[in-house]
């Protein structure tokens, strides 16, 4: 049997040698030549489908398993593309624009079933391999001095099946983005509702399971509002919770650079019946994201839900890619107490922790908290947990009736000038911070406890309440967090 091996020599850039005379007639004849193989070709197609299923079959394990799986859809496919790209040889006018779109039409369902891509790459080349084969067989056969001429269009057929694999390139591509976006995209709804608590009770296991999240887990939520100059970055790579799990979203719609931390505190998935070894995807030692920029793993959009990674776009929790075991939280007693000793932020971060929720139908209060935590957290930065902080959370909750408690209390010192009202404010505020005593408030303030002192009783009178009676201390207290959280 005689084997015609094609030409893959480019031709150099610049100007051609001159061609022979004789060198048309040479191309029609080998034309003719390859339309009368390819016609033969042409009427055993079906044959022609099977050698090629039995080679895809040997050669490549993943079309074995995609046969295994569907072996008919295979077949239809794999004789459409030939029925057309043979074709296309004998009237490439007609039909070249039909089989690149057969082609591009099995990138994107090959791309839908997971099929790697360089899988389907040699399946490409291997049908070109086989239909060259084929046509110099079949002209062998049948007149061997032709054999010759299909030198001539050689290079011609294998740019053609060069053309088709990039054709086939650029629609699993394209479609693997597509799936990646809808994945993501799917992700980012479903922790949007579970924030906003719009999240049907019916639709938990499937949030549960797509997000790899307990339903019956204890989870807080944390909102980090990062420093200027920091709003664009992401608040998983700039807010760490060393040792717990945390599916952070960034929320589109805050032009504050605010982004929720949903926290797993307890019933963690991996358990005694599925032990995790830190090699699963999206498990790790801290946060992934939701939100900028997600993206999973190059290959992993099989079907446009959530395999290939985690849940946080690709990086899932622990999505810094290290790997390592898997905190174990299961079981633990943790609060929200324990989120902040292991938070860590830039320094001029906010950061609001809720309390404690039971299950991930209640993470929208969680988050509701949250926002009122932040609210309660001093401009200058700083971690406030909602459990510590009630009478604050209590003002900023209401805060025109806060405004009000404001002016009524503290309106007589406001309206000092600038300097003497801030150092009546400074003082009753260190005052109430060292729980009454002026000795320790003068070492704040560095000053004599009598300049304290005298400091206070002018404070009382001209707010007229009494620093003596329980009543005005709390009213007191909660006009300066008021005025604190509140002014702008």
């Given at each position: 049997m005689q084997?015609?091996?094609?030409?893959?020599?480019?031709a150099?850039?610049?100007?051609?040698?001159?061609?022979?005379?004789?060198?048309p007639?040479?191309?029609?004849e080998a034309?003719a030549?390859?339309?009368?193989?390819?016609?033969?070709?042409?009427a055993?197609?079906?044959?022609?489908?099977?050698?090629?299923?039995?080679?895809?079959?040997e050669?490549?394990?993943?079309?074995?398993?995609?046969?295994?799986?569907?072996?008919d859809?295979?077949?239809?496919?794999v004789?459409?593309?030939l029925?057309?790209?043979?074709?296309?040889?004998?009237?490439?006018?007609?039909?070249?624009?039909a089989?690149h779109?057969?082609?591009?039409a099995i990138?994107?369902?090959?791309?839908?079933?997971?099929?790697?891509l360089?899988?389907?790459?040699?399946?490409?080349?291997?049908?070109?391999?086989?239909?060259?084969?084929?046509?110099v067989?079949?002209t062998?056969?049948?007149?061997?001095?032709?054999?010759?001429?299909?030198?001539h269009v050689?290079?011609?057929?294998?740019?053609?099946?060069?053309d088709?694999c990039a054709?086939?390139?650029d629609?699993?591509r394209?479609?693997?983005r597509?799936?990646?976006w809808?994945?993501?995209?799917?992700?980012?709804?479903?922790?949007?509702?579970?924030?906003?608590?719009?999240?049907?009770?019916?639709d938990?296991p499937a949030?549960?399971?797509?997000?790899?999240?307990p339903?019956q887990?204890?989870?807080?939520?944390?909102?980090a509002r990062?420093?200027?100059g920091r709003?664009?970055?992401?608040?998983g790579?700039?807010?760490?919770?060393?040792g717990?799990?945390v599916?952070?979203?960034r929320d589109q719609?805050?032009?504050?650079?605010g982004?929720?931390?949903i926290?797993?505190?307890?019933?963690?998935p991996?358990?005694?019946?599925?032990?995790?070894?830190?090699?699963?995807?999206?498990?790790?030692h801290?946060?992934?994201?939701?939100?900028?920029?997600?993206?999973p793993r190059?290959?992993?959009?099989?079907?446009?839900?959530?395999?290939g990674g985690g849940?946080?776009?690709g990086?899932?929790?622990?999505g810094?890619?290290?790997?390592?075991?898997?905190?174990?939280?299961?079981g633990?007693?943790?609060?929200?107490?324990?989120?902040?000793?292991?938070?860590?932020?830039?320094p001029?971060?906010?950061?609001?922790?809720s309390?404690?929720?039971?299950?991930?139908?209640?993470?929208?209060?969680?988050?509701?908290?949250a926002?009122?935590?932040?609210?309660?957290?001093?401009?200058?930065?700083?971690?406030?947990?909602?459990?510590?902080?009630?009478p604050a959370a209590?003002?900023?909750?209401?805060?025109?009736?806060?405004?009000?408690?404001?002016?009524?209390?503290?309106?007589?010192?406001?309206?000092?000038d600038?300097?003497?009202?801030?150092?009546?404010?400074?003082t009753?505020t260190?005052?109430?911070a060292?729980?009454?005593?002026?000795?320790?408030?003068?070492?704040?303030?560095?000053?004599?406890r009598?300049?304290?002192?005298?400091?206070?009783r002018?404070c009382?009178?001209?707010?007229?309440?009494?620093l003596?009676?329980?009543?005005?201390?709390?009213e007191l207290?909660?006009?300066?967090?008021a005025?604190s959280?509140?002014?702008?």
């Amino acid at each position: 049997m005689q084997h015609l091996v094609p030409a893959h020599v480019r031709a150099l850039p610049g100007p051609r040698p001159p061609v022979a005379a004789a060198r048309p007639v040479v191309d029609a004849e080998a034309l003719a030549v390859l339309h009368r193989a390819a016609r033969a070709l042409m009427a055993g197609l079906p044959e022609l489908t099977e050698r090629l299923m039995v080679l895809l079959r040997e050669r490549e394990p993943a079309y074995r398993a995609a046969m295994e799986a569907d072996a008919d859809s295979v077949r239809d496919e794999v004789q459409r593309s030939l029925r057309l790209n043979v074709g296309s040889l004998i009237r490439p006018g007609e039909l070249r624009e039909a089989a690149h779109r057969c082609s591009w039409a099995i990138g994107r369902a090959r791309a839908e079933r997971g099929l790697p891509l360089d899988a389907l790459l040699r399946a490409f080349r291997l049908g070109g391999g086989m239909i060259w084969q084929e046509l110099v067989d079949e002209t062998t056969r049948r007149r061997p001095s032709d054999a010759r001429l299909l030198v001539h269009v050689a290079s011609d057929v294998w740019n053609f099946v060069d053309d088709h694999c990039a054709v086939v390139t650029d629609a699993y591509r394209q479609t693997e983005r597509e799936l990646m976006w809808r994945r993501e995209n799917r992700l980012r709804l479903m922790t949007a509702a579970l924030l906003d608590g719009t999240a049907r009770i019916a639709d938990l296991p499937a949030t549960a399971a797509a997000l790899g999240l307990p339903e019956q887990g204890r989870y807080a939520v944390v909102l980090a509002r990062l420093p200027a100059g920091r709003a664009s970055a992401e608040a998983g790579s700039q807010v760490r919770l060393s040792g717990l799990r945390v599916l952070w979203y960034r929320d589109q719609g805050r032009d504050d650079g605010g982004s929720y931390g949903i926290v797993l505190l307890g019933d963690h998935p991996c358990g005694a019946e599925h032990p995790c070894d830190g090699d699963e995807p999206g498990h790790g030692h801290d946060s992934g994201l939701l939100g900028a920029a997600p993206g999973p793993r190059p290959g992993s959009a099989a079907d446009g839900g959530p395999g290939g990674g985690g849940p946080c776009g690709g990086e899932g929790f622990g999505g810094d890619g290290r790997g390592g075991q898997c905190p174990r939280t299961h079981g633990l007693d943790l609060d929200a107490g324990e989120i902040a000793r292991r938070l860590t932020a830039p320094p001029t971060a906010r950061v609001g922790v809720s309390p404690v929720v039971d299950g991930l139908a209640a993470v929208g209060d969680a988050r509701r908290l949250a926002d009122t935590a932040l609210r309660a957290c001093p401009r200058s930065g700083g971690t406030v947990v909602l459990e510590e902080h009630l009478p604050a959370a209590l003002v900023v909750s209401a805060p025109v009736l806060g405004a009000a408690l404001s002016e009524r209390v503290l309106g007589p010192l406001l309206r000092l000038d600038l300097s003497d009202r801030d150092i009546m404010l400074d003082t009753l505020t260190a005052w109430l911070a060292c729980d009454g005593s002026a000795q320790r408030a003068a070492g704040r303030l560095y000053c004599h406890r009598n300049t304290v002192l005298n400091r206070l009783r002018r404070c009382e009178q001209l707010t007229g309440r009494s620093l003596t009676r329980p009543a005005d201390v709390v009213e007191l207290s909660l006009a300066l967090a008021a005025h604190s959280l509140l002014t702008p």
